[in-house]
């Protein structure tokens, strides 16, 4: 069984920046999908950014409304995922989850993770 914990939230004023952290444990080497979603107060839960691997290879994945500004990655350990979030502004605050699978990302419209972590809130003054 997959848990997952993430951390790095916090409140920061617009045009900052904030780097969450995601450690998946049990069961991580099954795991070939990493990724955030968010879900802002009366929002459905909306897809942040994804990374799926393939023994190096490792591919991206990135919702328009974040391209430029956010940069998923993996970390030295290979169950640790970063989001990092540059240039923040208020429609960025909500309750981030990390998410995991067991299986490659290929489509993120589609994609229903089984795995989810607890959720960190990031509030983004203006």
């Known amino acids: 069984q997959v848990q997952l914990v993430e951390s790095g939230g916090g409140l920061v004023q617009a045009g900052g920046s904030l780097r969450l952290s995601c450690v998946a444990s049990?069961?991580?080497?099954?795991?070939?999908?990493m990724g955030w979603f968010r879900q802002a107060p009366g929002k459905e839960r909306e897809f942040v950014a994804a990374?799926?691997?393939?023994?190096?290879?490792?591919?991206?994945y990135y919702a328009d409304s974040v391209k430029g500004r956010f940069t998923i990655s993996r970390g030295y350990a290979v169950n640790t995922v970063y989001l990092q979030m540059n240039s923040l502004k208020s429609e960025d605050t909500a309750v981030y989850y990390c998410?995991?699978?067991?299986?490659?990302?290929?489509?993120?419209?589609?994609?229903?993770?089984?795995?989810w972590g607890q959720g960190t809130e990031v509030t983004v003054s203006s």
């Open positions: 990374i799926s691997w393939s023994g190096r290879t490792a591919r991206t």
């Open positions: 998410a995991a699978d067991l299986s490659r990302v290929v489509d993120t419209s589609t994609w229903v993770p089984g795995y």
């Open positions: 049990g069961g991580t080497f099954s795991i070939y999908t």
